[in-house]
Antibody
Framework: EVRLLESGGGLVQPGGSLRLSCAAS????????MGWVRQAPGKGLEWVSL????????YYADAVKGRFTISRDNPKNTLYLQMHSLRADDTAVYYC???????????????WGQGTQVAVSS | EIVLTQSPGTLSLSPGESATLSCRAS???????LAWYQQSPGQAPRLLIY???IRATGVPDRFSGSGSGTDFTLTISRLEPEDFAVYYC????????FGGGTKVEIK
């Protein structure tokens, strides 16, 4: 079964750190670019970050640049998002998503996980 | 950054009717690199359309996408109960951005 399963969300204080993980199964993970998209409570979708299939190129939204780092472990079929200096406006459901194209970069997102909740509050 | 503006914000329709959703870009979206997603309450988004008009695997043919340049449309013919949801457009020509969404609700 083709699937993405996020973990690592939780409650963290402002200024804190958190690492999200996304376990992929059912497809050749290393072939595809992967990304993170978040959704604040009651709001729309916001792209966060993307990494190419081989991991050589990464992209970030301006809102998280310098604070978040995306990475992947292809032998483990796992995607990560390391988040530092968290702020209240980072509170959201974070979705892991698979890109639909060649793995080389920016694409549509054809497979989504169910999301993991991140809450930043004191 | 390409800003995507979706309209209307909310569309109130009855089952069996057709829906026309608009997505307007602040600048031309190269190569029609535009996708549409459906999100039902409490669920993850689901890809419907990519390349402006290519239906994703398993998407019913009552969903169709059209447009080019700065103006794109998602049309849902013969609304089914499960089609009442929020729809987002997304461009992937210049970084990635999403529109603000259109909610299709039951009238």
């Amino acid at each position: 079964e083709v699937r993405l399963l996020e973990s690592g969300g939780g409650l963290v204080q402002p200024g804190g750190s958190l690492r999200l993980s996304c376990a992929a199964s059912g497809f050749t993970f290393r072939t595809y670019a992967m990304g993170w998209v978040r959704q604040a409570p009651g709001k729309g979708l916001e792209w966060v970050s993307l990494i190419t299939g081989g991991g050589g190129s990464t992209y970030y939204a301006d809102a998280v640049k310098g604070r978040f780092t995306i990475s992947r472990d292809n032998p483990k079929n796992t995607l990560y998002l390391q988040m530092h200096s968290l702020r209240a406006d980072d509170t959201a459901v974070y979705y892991c998503a698979k890109c639909g194209g060649s793995g080389a970069g920016l694409d549509w997102l054809d497979l989504w996980g169910q999301g993991t909740q991140v809450a930043v509050s004191s | 950054e390409i800003v995507l503006t979706q309209s209307p914000g909310t569309l109130s329709l009855s089952p069996g009717e057709s829906a026309t959703l608009s997505c307007r870009a602040s600048q031309s979206v190269a190569s029609n690199y535009l996708a549409w997603y459906q999100q039902s309450p409490g669920q993850a988004p689901r890809l419907l359309i990519y390349g402006a008009s290519i239906r994703a695997t398993g998407v019913p043919d009552r969903f169709s996408g059209s447009g080019s340049g700065t103006d794109f449309t998602l049309t849902i013919s013969r609304l089914e109960p499960e089609d009442f949801a929020v729809y987002y457009c997304q461009q992937y020509a210049n970084s990635l951005t999403f529109g603000g969404g259109t909610k299709v609700e039951i009238k």
